[in-house]
């Protein structure tokens, strides 16, 4: 049997195989509920159980720590596979996912020796935990980013972390993060009180029905609306010592480890929006091919603008597939292709032209499928909404471009976070 992640990934080995076809094994339930979903702008809280069931919440943890022992390749090709059936489900569940960095980055500074005698058994007690907890079946929603901006990073860091006797305060607001009053814990970053730069950057492990915990008003937006997608508000939480990672500069250290994108993972994002893209090139082209025009009795496909437009629909989603899988390679590769720095500056560009390719190719399919297809309700209405997010989510492409321009000209990164006063 043919997986829909093998359109992305052309070759599985037999590990990502039994991987893939736990993850193809929740899509029946996902189109059956994704229409309502968007509708009522509300993650379907069954999803949480039917991931937890089929396994998949552990999908990227190591084996030894309980999780299925994936890796980055997986992650694209569930998150692939999960957007072309319900975009809102396959966001959520990458942003659980990329709770697994702060368990997999840490521990792997710590082997290579970025952390002191003293810090290793801190930082890999927090790992663990973190780990382990992703592969029994808990869902975690990752936390970073906020309304605040700052001219030198993409995401900056306000929210703060006061020391209170035996653990942590936590006051801040997050204005991003998928499944808000559905995971059942928020993994927040937050600066420790009286830091001034990412050296203070730390991570908390916050229960949803913690006292001080609130979702912000209904997010009523463009994009994935039923990936609850709301963001939190923490007054005074109280967040237990063994549930935070506060040594000082482990945050950059542990993100010196990640091959790509500086906070791991982030390319699996641009796999919810290309198989979003493919869900709908399909439905798009099934339709053009079956209707027919009342005269002639030829499908509607066969005409000539429509040609056109089919042509630049594949074209767009051909040109995302080879940015994605291009990525992918980069990312993966052993040994490295590229320098960590070459890597980065790929994914800068990469992340924007497949934003750009994918929403070139739902307006495709809006135009060919004409006024019949545009309704809120339909895969195409849905699916323009859905990727309308993808031009603006983290950073727009035109910023991406900027940052590849400066690093090839002046020889240097951008800070991806930064701590700034509120």
């Not at 032209?353 to 195409?380: L, Y």
Request: hydrophobic residues 45%; contains cysteine; negative net charge.
């Amino acid at each position: 049997m043919t997986l829909i992640a093998e359109r992305l990934l052309t070759t599985l080995t037999d590990a990502e195989r039994a991987r893939m076809e736990k993850v193809e094994s929740v899509l029946p339930a996902l189109r059956e509920a994704a229409a309502k979903a968007d509708e009522l702008g509300e993650f379907p809280i069954g999803h949480v159980a039917l991931m937890r069931e089929a396994g998949i919440l552990g999908l990227i943890v190591p084996e030894e720590f309980g999780g299925l022992g994936g890796g980055l390749r997986d992650l694209a090709g569930a998150t692939f596979t999960l957007g072309s059936a319900c975009p809102s489900t396959a966001l959520a569940y990458f942003f659980h996912n990329t709770s697994a960095s702060r368990g997999l980055l840490p521990l792997e500074a710590i082997e290579a020796g970025l952390f002191s005698e003293e810090e290793n058994p801190v930082v890999e007690a927090f790992a663990k935990r973190v780990l382990t907890s992703m592969a029994g079946g808990t869902w975690l929603a990752n936390f970073a980013s906020e309304e605040v901006k700052s001219s030198s990073a993409n995401i900056a860091i306000a929210t703060s972390a006061e020391p209170v006797e035996g653990g942590w305060k936590l006051n801040g607001v997050k204005s991003f993060g998928c499944a808000t009053g559905v995971a059942d814990v928020y993994l927040v970053t937050a600066k420790v009180a009286g830091t001034t730069d990412a050296g203070g950057l730390s991570l908390f492990l916050v229960k949803r029905e913690s006292p001080g915990v609130a979702s912000r008003d209904k997010w009523n937006g463009l994009g994935m609306r039923a990936s609850a997608n709301d963001g939190i508000t923490l007054t005074d939480v109280f967040v237990p010592a063994e549930d935070a990672l506060t040594v000082p500069g482990s945050f950059v250290k542990m993100l010196q480890m990640s091959r790509g994108s500086f906070v791991g993972n982030q390319l699996a994002i641009m796999a919810t929006y290309l198989g979003a893209a493919q869900g709908v090139y399909d439905h798009a082209l099934e339709r053009l091919t079956t209707k027919r025009f009342a005269d002639s009795g030829k499908s509607i496909a066969s005409s000539p603008m429509h040609q056109v437009i089919i042509g630049d629909m594949t074209e767009r989603l051909e040109t995302a597939y080879h940015w994605l899988r291009r990525q992918l390679e980069l990312e993966t590769s052993e040994p490295p292709l590229l320098p960590k720095s070459d890597v980065y500056r790929q994914w800068r560009m990469a992340k924007g032209s497949i934003s750009e390719a994918c929403f070139d190719v739902v307006v495709g399919a809006f135009k060919a499928c004409g006024t019949s297809a545009a309704t809120m309700d339909g895969v195409i209405g849905r699916g323009l909404r859905d990727l309308a997010m993808a031009l603006v989510m983290t950073f727009p492409p035109e910023r991406g471009r900027l940052e590849a321009a400066s690093m090839i000209t002046d020889d240097r990164e951008n800070e991806l976070f930064a701590s700034v006063n509120s």
